[in-house]
């Protein structure tokens, strides 16, 4: 029996981890206020998860290869509301950075623990779907927040800015518990063997976790070509999410962009799951194809004007986003060892969600300019697309 929970609540517990790493940043202005920092610390919030992401991959693949992954994504999403909660209750802005940090090994962990149950569930061209549908949620959760906080923190000063992640953590609490007991021995959708799915997500390591194993998952040519196309294309969609707002203050452009620049985003990581649908585009052909499409809009901002800059801009944001199904199923599919496979490409990601968006303020301080920060994300793109092209070789 096809069960919500096991199909969908990796879905759902994507939605409610994206709206409380991106809440805060849709009202700097108040945590300015309620905390007297600058916006330098403002950026370390985002850095402060970001940081954790990357360090819980350590153990965020070992934990995954050899348990069922459904009882662990059950109790990250209840951890997830008690600290969405805490972090508002926080005193000072040193104790909410504290837990921000905190929050993000939870929020890490949701990311790779959701691709993997995926991988477990779903096979062929739906598991490319799902993980891009996945991935769009992520981004979805997010652009609610960017929608709702600001009213919500307009009536109440502060509380609500990550709260209300807690609300949005319900439905998956719901229906992963729904699902808690059953059992995980049955064959992905799409199998010939069976309808059902595997509940919990069995484990598909046959090699008992030794170190060995996972450091030939580490040298596995597909994980470190995909973990490359990670690092071109997450890095360049955080970056552009970062700074959306203050490239168009400079244009004197305003209004919702961040909001807008989210949902176009989440469209682009759906609509790469549906290109896959067709039988004879494979995933390879699809992260070369947008991480081609992206390097090619983010140097052409460097040398258009008017208009046409905003339309860029958002295209450029949509083709970075629109790989990550691709990317995250080839990754889960390259070695028995799943979940390590996803940490590292997740970690590696997460590493260039880091760097990259201080290295583009760095470049806009002593320019005066996005050119530079353009023409970088453009190059790492253009690098993605030959590395999507050598995956789809394999294909």
Partial sequence: MKTVGVRYGPHLVAFSIGYVVFSYASVPGVIVDEFDVGYTAVGLLMSAALASFVVVQTIGGRLVDDRPTLPILLAIVVINAALAVVLDLAPSFTSILGLRALWGLVGGLAVTVCATQLSRVY??????????????????????????????????????VHAVGALAAVPAIVVLWGDRTRADRTAPIGTSTSDDVRQHGESRSTDGGRPRARFSTLRNRVVLLAALCNVATLGAYITLATFVTAYFDDLG??????????????????????????????????????????????????????????????LALAAVSLPFGAIFKTTATATSRDATAVAIVVAAGNVA?????????????????????????????????????????RD
């Fill in 123 to 160: 096979e062929g061209p739906t598991a490319t779907w799902h993980q891009g549908l996945n991935g769009a949620m992520f981004t979805l959760g997010g652009a609610t927040s960017f929608v709702l906080t600001p009213p919500l923190v307009a009536q109440t000063g502060w509380f609500g």
């Fill in 253 to 314: 452009i305003v209004g919702p962009v961040s909001a807008i620049a989210l949902f176009v985003a989440a469209l682009g990581r759906v609509g790469g799951g549906i290109a896959v649908l067709r039988p004879d585009v494979g995933d390879g052909r699809v992260i070369a194809g947008a991480a081609g499409v992206g390097a090619l809009g983010l140097v052409t901002l460097t040398v258009v004007d008017g208009p046409a800059l905003v339309a860029l801009l958002l």
């Fill in 353 to 393: 969600a880091l760097v990259l968006p201080a290295v583009t303020g760095w470049l806009r301080d002593v320019t005066g300019g996005y050119d530079g920060a353009f023409v970088l994300l453009g190059l790492l793109n253009l690098v993605a697309a030959a590395a999507g092209l050598a995956i789809a070789r």
